[in-house]
């Protein structure tokens, strides 16, 4: 069934939600550039300007995964909604200060960074509630949306804040930002999220987070995932990091073409919205990652050789629908197959990786454009670019792995004649197995793919061994922290992938393993 680019916004949950995502968004750039504006009468301004992206992007890279970590463990849209009310009160606290002229740099960045980190509890929360307000046949849609969203934001918020800073001052700009918390905190109210399944007690947080870290780094699907976003956003991030330079001095714009030059993406960006969903159902999701490849790697060429308005802006707009393509068709593989025990997790990790990628990207081509010219910076990014797609064929997005990330319960409940505390532990788990001799081959192949679902769902060590006395006895054997995590592998962490993984190497034994559950030797009868 096609899905309509625009279908999610006919709900009015997630259109009232995106409406207050880009509200925030906007806000959040104007709040940028009001604040880098404010700074530069200021002695050593260069200094000063360059520290409000610092302070706006470091909460990012610091507080990612333990944001995503507390979205995944209290109700998300309780946690999103406290954050927009202290988001609130402290640019409501920025404007007033501001406006009375009691605003100086070092406490600027203070308040910068404060919003940084309300940005950073906000981004994994979102994208994990996507999921939760968009039936599955629309999260694609949805994901593209938010690309649309983003760039939106990317192209009106400097524009409409350098207005304001001009015609009303830089305390009116940082009161619209105050104002743009309010109304996501407004959307967040309407919104009446239904009662989760589970109904246990939330994880703690350090072993959620560290949960967490176990899941993405054994799973292959995220892995080749972010790997990707490596691939396509290091080179790629030349445009982002560039285009005021490109702007100024190669068109000889100034900064109203800096504005058409982020305009042009952003169209490009919108026309990508609207042409994903015909082209997700025509192309392949890698020939898409190939032919997005080839079209922002022409684009930076473009750049470098044909210095000339009327050819850069046309190639930025396809630029700016390549970038959603790649961006949009990962984010949604992800938001696919990201079972919802871990998904704010998971997005956070994701989020550490395209940010820091971009950042260190930005810096890369900087470094280049001083030391060498522009024209090298992009003719080297897309070298790069051509490179990483020529890898799509070898190292792929994993076909069907978003068809297999809903969660299951197929482990019969244990029974003990212990009864240990949830925090018991650590926990022991043996499964033994009876193989035939033409099946040990494949039976040990197969069981790798059942010990990264062990590591994914909670086993922090693993081991597969052979019975000295009868040959035909394999054992496995995976340590668990504690009892309640071994419980959450049993209640919820499951999905069809990790059935699938079992299924296959139990059919390759002589029926279903005998399990023990080995508890401290101290553990109360």
Do not use: C
């Not at 080179?235 to 109203?256: E, F, I, K, N, T």
């Not at 192309?283 to 060429?301: D, E, K, M, T």
């Not at 995976?478 to 999905?495: A, C, F, G, I, K």
């Amino acid at each position: 069934m096609t899905t309509t680019a625009w279908a999610p916004l006919h709900d009015k949950i997630f259109r009232g939600l995106w409406i207050g995502v880009l509200a925030s968004n906007v806000g959040t750039w104007m709040q940028t550039v009001g604040a880098s504006w404010r700074l530069v009468a200021e002695p050593d301004a260069a200094t000063w300007v360059s520290l409000v992206q610092t302070a706006t992007m470091l909460p990012v890279l610091l507080l990612a995964l333990p944001s995503g970590t507390l979205a995944d463990t209290f109700d998300r849209r309780r946690l999103l909604l406290g954050v927009q009310v202290a988001l609130f009160a402290v640019a409501t606290t920025l404007t007033l200060l501001t406006a009375a002229d009691l605003m100086p740099p070092p406490l600027l960045l203070v308040f910068t960074f404060l919003l940084g980190v309300g940005q950073a509890l906000t981004l994994p929360a979102w994208q994990a509630v996507i999921p939760e307000v968009v039936p599955r046949t629309e999260l694609a849609s949805a994901s593209a949306l938010g690309a649309v969203n983003t760039n939106l934001a990317r192209s009106a918020g400097p524009a409409v804040a350098g207005l304001l800073v001009a015609h009303a001052g830089v305390p009116v700009v940082f009161g619209l930002n105050a104002l743009s918390f309010a109304v996501f905190a407004v959307a967040l109210l309407r919104w009446r999220r239904p009662k989760q399944g589970g109904g246990g007690q939330a994880e703690r947080f350090g072993p959620a987070l560290r949960a967490g870290g176990r899941y993405v780094r054994y799973s292959p699907v995220v892995s080749r995932i972010l790997l990707r976003v490596v691939l396509f956003v290091l080179p790629g991030s030349v445009v982002w990091g560039l285009v005021p330079l490109v702007a100024d001095q190669q068109l000889h714009m100034g900064s109203r073409g800096y504005g058409v030059l982020l305009a042009a993406l952003g169209i490009g960006a919108i026309l990508g919205a609207l042409l994903m969903p015909r082209i997700r159902e025509k192309v392949p999701p890698n020939r898409l990652l190939i032919i997005s490849g080839l079209v922002y790697a022409a684009a930076l060429s473009v750049v470098a050789l044909v210095p000339h308005p009327l050819a850069v802006i046309p190639v930025l707009v396809a630029a700016g629908l390549a970038w959603m393509v790649q961006v949009s068709r990962m984010n949604a593989s992800l938001q696919l197959f990201l079972p919802s025990w871990v998904r704010a997790r998971g997005f956070a990790v994701y989020q550490v990786v395209f940010a820091g990628a971009q950042a260190l990207g930005a810096f890369a081509w900087g470094q280049v454009t001083q030391h060498s010219d522009l024209t090298a910076a992009y003719l080297l990014a897309a070298a790069l670019m051509l490179l990483g797609t020529a890898t799509v064929p070898w190292m792929p997005l994993h076909a069907h792995a978003e068809d297999k990330g809903g969660p299951v319960n197929f482990w019969p409940e244990p029974h003990l004649m212990l009864e240990p505390h949830l925090d018991e532990g650590p926990v022991l788990v043996t499964n033994r197995y009876r193989v035939a001799k033409e099946n040990r081959d494949a039976f040990v192949g197969a069981m790798q793919a059942v010990q990264r679902s062990r590591r994914r769902t909670g086993a922090s060590r693993w081991g597969l061994f052979r019975d000295g006395e009868e040959k035909e006895i394999f054992v496995e054997v995976y340590q668990v922290p504690t009892w309640e995590e071994h419980l959450r592998q049993h209640d919820e962490r499951m999905t069809e992938a990790d059935e699938d993984a079992e299924a296959k190497a139990v059919a390759l034994a002589q029926g279903p393993p005998d399990v023990t559950h080995l508890l401290p030797a101290d553990s109360p009868d």
